[in-house]
Protein backbone atom coordinates (compact mmCIF):
# COMPACT_ATOMS: atom_id res chain seq x y z
CA UNK A 1 0.00 0.00 0.00
CA UNK A 2 1.43 3.26 -0.76
CA UNK A 3 1.71 6.68 1.21
CA UNK A 4 -1.33 8.08 -0.88
CA UNK A 5 -3.26 4.99 0.17
CA UNK A 6 -2.81 5.28 3.53
CA UNK A 7 -3.54 8.74 4.05
CA UNK A 8 -6.45 9.35 1.28
CA UNK A 9 -8.96 8.83 4.34
CA UNK A 10 -11.50 5.87 4.56
CA UNK A 11 -12.42 3.24 2.01
CA UNK A 12 -15.11 0.98 2.10
CA UNK A 13 -15.89 -0.17 6.13
CA UNK A 14 -12.83 1.23 7.08
CA UNK A 15 -13.35 4.19 9.38
CA UNK A 16 -10.14 6.46 10.35
CA UNK A 17 -9.76 7.06 13.88
CA UNK A 18 -8.52 10.82 15.48
CA UNK A 19 -5.29 9.96 16.73
CA UNK A 20 -3.88 11.63 19.84
CA UNK A 21 -0.16 11.74 21.39
CA UNK A 22 0.79 11.73 24.93
CA UNK A 23 1.62 14.93 24.95
CA UNK A 24 -1.07 16.07 24.01
CA UNK A 25 -4.08 13.84 26.27
CA UNK A 26 -1.24 15.40 29.11
CA UNK A 27 -2.02 19.04 28.07
CA UNK A 28 -5.66 18.53 28.27
CA UNK A 29 -5.16 16.65 32.06
CA UNK A 30 -3.48 19.69 33.08
CA UNK A 31 -5.80 22.19 31.80
CA UNK A 32 -8.76 20.17 33.92
CA UNK A 33 -6.85 19.62 36.68
CA UNK A 34 -5.94 23.63 36.90
CA UNK A 35 -9.39 24.03 36.01
CA UNK A 36 -10.54 21.92 39.10
CA UNK A 37 -7.24 23.54 41.49
CA UNK A 38 -9.12 27.49 40.43
CA UNK A 39 -12.66 26.76 41.04
CA UNK A 40 -11.56 24.32 44.59
CA UNK A 41 -9.68 27.48 46.02
CA UNK A 42 -11.74 29.67 45.30
CA UNK A 43 -15.05 28.20 46.38
CA UNK A 44 -16.03 29.98 49.42
CA UNK A 45 -14.36 33.31 49.13
CA UNK A 46 -15.63 36.31 48.32
CA UNK A 47 -15.56 37.75 44.95
CA UNK A 48 -16.29 36.14 41.60
CA UNK A 49 -18.63 33.06 41.95
CA UNK A 50 -17.36 29.22 41.61
CA UNK A 51 -19.94 28.97 39.03
CA UNK A 52 -18.67 32.05 36.46
CA UNK A 53 -15.09 30.10 36.37
CA UNK A 54 -16.85 26.77 35.81
CA UNK A 55 -18.50 29.11 32.96
CA UNK A 56 -15.48 30.57 31.96
CA UNK A 57 -12.55 28.60 31.99
CA UNK A 58 -13.08 25.81 29.63
CA UNK A 59 -13.66 28.24 26.95
CA UNK A 60 -10.30 30.13 27.85
CA UNK A 61 -8.50 26.76 27.96
CA UNK A 62 -9.73 26.40 24.20
CA UNK A 63 -8.44 30.19 23.74
CA UNK A 64 -5.09 29.58 25.22
CA UNK A 65 -4.57 26.53 23.06
CA UNK A 66 -5.95 28.43 20.14
CA UNK A 67 -2.96 31.22 21.08
CA UNK A 68 -0.50 28.42 19.79
CA UNK A 69 -2.67 28.70 15.99
CA UNK A 70 -1.55 32.81 16.11
CA UNK A 71 2.23 31.68 16.76
CA UNK A 72 2.34 29.82 14.27
CA UNK A 73 0.78 31.75 11.50
CA UNK A 74 -0.64 29.59 8.52
CA UNK A 75 -3.40 29.85 5.95
CA UNK A 76 -6.00 29.46 8.78
CA UNK A 77 -4.17 32.43 10.74
CA UNK A 78 -6.87 35.10 10.27
CA UNK A 79 -9.69 32.47 11.65
CA UNK A 80 -8.11 32.65 14.65
CA UNK A 81 -7.39 35.79 14.92
CA UNK A 82 -11.19 35.99 15.13
CA UNK A 83 -11.79 33.72 17.17
CA UNK A 84 -9.42 34.84 19.79
CA UNK A 85 -10.92 38.51 19.71
CA UNK A 86 -14.36 37.43 19.99
CA UNK A 87 -13.82 34.18 22.60
CA UNK A 88 -11.57 36.95 24.99
CA UNK A 89 -14.72 39.56 24.54
CA UNK A 90 -17.24 37.12 25.35
CA UNK A 91 -15.43 36.41 28.34
CA UNK A 92 -14.95 40.48 29.21
CA UNK A 93 -18.52 40.55 28.78
CA UNK A 94 -19.19 37.87 31.02
CA UNK A 95 -17.13 39.24 34.07
CA UNK A 96 -18.87 42.12 33.24
CA UNK A 97 -22.27 40.43 33.44
CA UNK A 98 -21.27 38.88 36.87
CA UNK A 99 -20.54 41.98 38.46
CA UNK A 100 -23.23 44.11 37.57
CA UNK A 101 -25.88 41.87 36.40
CA UNK A 102 -25.45 38.66 38.26
CA UNK A 103 -29.07 37.66 38.66
CA UNK A 104 -29.64 38.15 35.54
CA UNK A 105 -26.49 36.44 34.08
CA UNK A 106 -27.55 33.39 36.56
CA UNK A 107 -30.90 32.97 36.22
CA UNK A 108 -30.70 29.54 34.29
CA UNK A 109 -28.53 28.33 36.68
CA UNK A 110 -31.11 29.39 39.51
CA UNK A 111 -34.37 27.78 37.80
CA UNK A 112 -32.59 24.97 37.14
CA UNK A 113 -31.85 24.44 41.00
CA UNK A 114 -35.06 25.64 42.18
CA UNK A 115 -36.95 22.72 39.87
CA UNK A 116 -34.19 19.75 41.25
CA UNK A 117 -34.61 21.31 44.70
CA UNK A 118 -30.93 19.23 45.94
CA UNK A 119 -29.53 20.26 49.23
CA UNK A 120 -27.19 23.24 49.11
CA UNK A 121 -23.62 22.78 48.33
CA UNK A 122 -23.86 18.95 48.16
CA UNK A 123 -21.88 16.97 45.77
CA UNK A 124 -25.16 16.37 43.38
CA UNK A 125 -26.04 20.41 43.49
CA UNK A 126 -22.44 21.02 42.90
CA UNK A 127 -22.15 18.35 39.93
CA UNK A 128 -25.35 19.52 38.63
CA UNK A 129 -24.30 23.21 38.33
CA UNK A 130 -21.16 22.45 36.87
CA UNK A 131 -22.65 20.49 33.86
CA UNK A 132 -25.42 23.08 33.23
CA UNK A 133 -23.12 25.88 33.15
CA UNK A 134 -20.85 23.65 30.78
CA UNK A 135 -24.45 23.35 29.15
CA UNK A 136 -25.78 26.62 28.96
CA UNK A 137 -22.90 28.95 28.58
CA UNK A 138 -19.69 27.20 27.26
CA UNK A 139 -21.17 26.31 23.52
CA UNK A 140 -22.98 29.84 23.02
CA UNK A 141 -19.12 31.30 23.76
CA UNK A 142 -17.79 28.75 21.43
CA UNK A 143 -20.04 29.02 18.50
CA UNK A 144 -19.65 33.28 18.50
CA UNK A 145 -16.09 32.52 18.53
CA UNK A 146 -15.87 30.81 15.56
CA UNK A 147 -18.42 32.50 14.09
CA UNK A 148 -15.99 35.57 14.80
CA UNK A 149 -13.56 33.63 13.12
CA UNK A 150 -14.99 32.96 10.35
CA UNK A 151 -16.47 36.17 9.50
CA UNK A 152 -12.47 37.31 9.78
CA UNK A 153 -11.43 34.31 7.36
CA UNK A 154 -14.36 35.91 5.04
CA UNK A 155 -13.36 39.88 5.16
CA UNK A 156 -9.82 38.67 4.72
CA UNK A 157 -10.98 36.90 1.47
CA UNK A 158 -13.38 39.80 -0.23
CA UNK A 159 -10.07 41.74 0.24
CA UNK A 160 -7.79 39.66 -1.36
CA UNK A 161 -10.67 39.42 -4.47
CA UNK A 162 -10.56 43.26 -4.77
CA UNK A 163 -13.35 43.76 -2.26
CA UNK A 164 -11.49 46.61 -0.43
CA UNK A 165 -13.00 49.88 -1.07
Not at 119 to 142: D, E, H, I, K
Amino acid sequence: MSEADRTAGPTGGEARRARFSIARLMTIVLFIAADFAIVRSIWNQPGPSPAFFSMVLPTANLLILGLVRLIRPGPDWRFWAGFEVVGWSLIGALAYLELRLKPVLFYPLTRVDQLVGFPNNSPRQVALGVTCCLVFYVPPQLILACLGGRLASLTAGNRRAGGDR
